[in-house]
């Protein structure tokens, strides 16, 4: 049955602000537009950005920006349905909810990488941290009896443990993109051994742990280098702390780089980090694997998931520093040790597809649907 399907998510993949949430998303939907629906991806503006425009058959509308989106959010999407006749609404839930059973009548399925609780703290101010952590608590109650899509086991059982019932939640794991992030022997490594962190510069992602790792690593590899590779706020205030430490010649702020130069670095490096205090899943480590690279990466919600502790990579307890500085030696000092991770990672990694994630989530956009 082919499906009119409306999305919703805060950001679109063009947005500056986009993250590996988008990517999930917008993977599935163009799937969903080559399986023969229709779909339409309702999300915010930035300056600069179009109104509207069709994306490889998804036509993509926006409306507001990343500080009103939810407040406006409302009166467009009713707009939308009115206009548009869907059978069934996606509603992406990775920053503040939209609640939209409040304002819509269409069969809905939530789609959640994770949800920040207490975290949320770690990232932004108090006051509007205490808005968003605040503004998730009414969740479970206006969304009952609506079905789950979560990224990870991990947020199916903070959703479970929130009061969702488990019959509700189904997990669908992201893809990778095989055609980008594909292994080629032929790649060597690095001269120099060298740790990658890549991904947006927050401070949730507890990029300043590793920078402090750094000084520990460097005892035992005295020629090991960093490159932190992404744009974000946080940047600054991690430079400085560089430069504080003393690390400015070891440590490359490369910013955002071309997707070739980034799968070069990602093939090349000999391990990569994520030391984030939750992630919905992890997607970076998959791409990782993929194409040849281990992974270490903090023992948290959604990055357990991702990483076989021991055969794709290692965890480590989040914020101990010298326990990642121990994991990171383990790779820096033993190549063998390190080739077996990098075995393990492609093995795991040609298990996630992103073919397989749209049938699943076909599967269940159909069955919403037909509650109508």
Not at 125 to 134: A, D, E, K, R, S
Not at 214 to 229: F, H, P, Q
Not at 298 to 303: E, I, K, M, N, Q
Request: aromatic residues 8%.
């Amino acid at each position: 049955m082919s499906l009119n399907i409306l999305a919703l998510n805060w950001n679109d993949l063009k947005n500056p602000f986009a993250g590996g949430a988008e990517v999930q998303l917008e993977e599935m939907l163009r799937r969903l537009v080559s399986r023969g629906h229709c779909v339409t991806l309702f999300c915010s503006g930035w300056r600069g950005g179009a109104e509207e425009e069709t994306i490889e058959g998804i036509r993509v509308v926006r409306r507001g920006n990343r500080y009103n989106f939810n407040l406006v959010a409302p009166f467009h999407l009713r707009r939308l349905a009115s206009e548009g006749k869907f059978d069934v609404m996606l509603e992406d839930i990775n920053k503040i909810p939209f609640y939209t059973p409040l304002f819509m009548s269409i069969p809905t399925l939530v789609l959640v990488p994770h949800l920040f609780a207490e975290t949320v703290f770690q990232e932004i101010n108090p006051v509007l941290g205490t808005y968003i952590y605040l503004s998730e608590k009414p969740m479970i109650g206006v969304y009952r009896g609506i079905r789950y899509c979560a990224a990870s086991e991990s947020t199916q059982s903070d959703l479970a443990a929130r009061g969702v019932p488990l019959k509700d939640i189904t997990v669908v794991h992201c893809g990778v993109d095989r055609k980008t992030y594909a292994y080629d022997a032929s790649i060597e490594k690095y001269d120099t051994p060298t740790i990658l962190y890549l991904g947006r510069v927050k401070k949730y992602k507890s990029i300043q742990h590793l920078i402090d790792a750094m000084i520990l690593v460097r005892k035992t590899v005295s020629n090991a280098r960093l490159m932190v590779v992404g744009a974000g706020d946080y940047l600054p205030t991690l430079e400085l702390q560089a430069s504080r430490l003393g690390l400015s010649d070891c440590i490359e702020f490369a910013g955002f780089v071309p997707t070739a130069n980034k799968i070069e670095r990602l093939r090349k490096s000999h391990v990569i980090v994520l030391p984030s205090i939750r992630e919905g899943w992890g997607l970076t480590n998959i791409e990782a694997n993929a194409v040849g690279t281990c992974v270490v990466a903090s023992d948290a919600p959604g990055l357990r998931d991702s990483v076989r502790d021991g055969e794709t990579g290692y965890l480590f307890p989040y914020g101990d520093i010298p326990a990642l500085t121990e994991r990171l030696l383990r790779i820096l000092t033993n190549s063998t040790q390190r080739q077996l991770l990098e075995k393990g990672g492609l093995a795991w990694a040609d298990r996630f597809s992103w073919d397989t994630a749209t049938e699943k989530l076909e599967a269940l956009l159909g069955e919403v649907a037909e509650k109508k």
